[in-house]
């Protein structure tokens, strides 16, 4: 099944924690295997650990990991490169 903008989600960040965003994609969905670039918007920002470009992260939905993706930009709005897994 494919991830579309819009998509309500996990992040799991290097700290090892999740944390919920929004998925904006910029071609408004990636097929399983696809890869493509987007934005999370995280919904607790206070809560975020430092990013740095390049981290990479998990997509989850509770213990199931769905997608990857790279951070490539600024923290706040952060462009990814996502994975769909399935």
Known sequence: ???ISGYRS?????????YGFELD?????L???E?????????????????TEGQEFEVREGQKV???G?????QGK?????TDSE
């Open 10 to 18: 996990l992040a799991r960040l290097h700290d090892g924690r999740d």
């Open 25 to 29: 994609l910029d071609f408004g969905s």
């Open 1 to 3: 099944m494919p991830m």
């Open 31 to 33: 097929s399983p295997g």
């Open 70 to 74: 790279t951070l490539l930009g600024p």
């Open 66 to 68: 769905v997608g990857w």
């Open 35 to 51: 890869r493509g670039p987007g934005q999370l918007s995280f919904w607790e920002v206070a809560e975020l650990p430092e990013l």
């Open 78 to 82: 952060d462009p990814v490169a996502a």
